[in-house]
């Protein structure tokens, strides 16, 4: 039996930055329901939160940020609530494209297009191209976005244009058809809002990410909660299936 090459990943150095994190923003309409406004409120509130952690991480060296902005599973919910979000989600990429450019950020976006207008296509589009070549950070939003179906579009694609033998086909080789191949796998990922999983969020790139729960609801999740996020990862040893002295081996020395 053939195999691939390992997909462990290489031990980051102690206290060092996260290269990429990725964040469930939850809570935004609990957040304005305990202040008895409508639910839309407080997605109003979560978008300036974004601003935050986009400038805060610029500010740490980190060069990949993704937040999951609407699940696939999200149509669910009731359909003046998601017209509301699907309007917010166009008032924002009016105005905040011109603004990522400015600041050098590429803007990207995975999931599955098909069920937005056509405008909000659009304006991703011109996001997109106009910001490919920035290198500052690079900031993608999941939209309609479901880990299985990562998945699943990955494996059509790849039945439909890889000119490997199955017995060839390796992890390395697979992980260029998910939507995030253009980024390192996550190193930490952050829940807010109080809620315990990863509802489906990236499931292929999660396999090694260290996880962190708050529960400080999105509107809320300021600087110094991204710091504390931030802080408990750099405490964590990364082993990645070592064992301890494995990694200390492995570590540069200090001097």
Request: proline share 5%; charged share 20%; glycine share 6%.
């Amino acid at each position: 039996m053939l195999e691939g090459p390992s997909s462990t990943p290489p031990s980051p150095e102690v206290n060092s930055v996260p290269t990429h994190i990725a964040i469930i923003m939850d809570g935004n309409g609990r957040w304005a329901q305990n202040r008895y406004m409508p639910r839309i409120a407080g997605h109003k509130q979560g978008v300036e939160t974004v601003r935050g952690v986009i400038k805060a991480c610029m500010e740490r060296g980190v060069s990949f940020l993704t937040l999951f902005a609407f699940s696939s599973e999200n149509w669910r919910r009731p359909s003046d609530e998601v017209a509301s979000l699907m309007q917010l989600f166009l008032g924002a990429l009016e105005q905040e494209i011109s603004k990522l450019h400015e600041n050098g950020i590429r803007f990207k976006v995975i999931g599955d297009l098909s069920r937005f207008e056509p405008k909000i296509v659009e304006f991703i589009d011109i996001g997109e191209k106009l910001t490919a070549n920035n290198s500052q950070l690079t900031f993608t939003i999941a939209a309609n976005y479901g880990g299985r179906w990562d998945i699943m579009q990955a494996m059509r694609k790849m039945m439909a244009q890889s000119i490997e033998s199955p017995i060839q086909i390796d992890e390395e080789i697979f992980s260029k058809y998910l939507s995030m191949n253009y980024a390192p796998e996550p190193d930490l990922f952050i829940r807010t809002g109080g809620e315990y999983r990863i509802s489906n969020f990236l499931l292929w790139q999660l396999a090694y990410t260290e996880l962190y729960f708050t529960n400080t609801l999105w509107p809320d999740f300021d600087v110094q909660e991204l710091e504390l996020a931030i802080q408990s990862y750099q405490q964590r040893e990364r082993r990645f299936g070592r064992t301890s002295e494995q990694v200390q081996i492995a570590l540069p020395a200090e001097g």
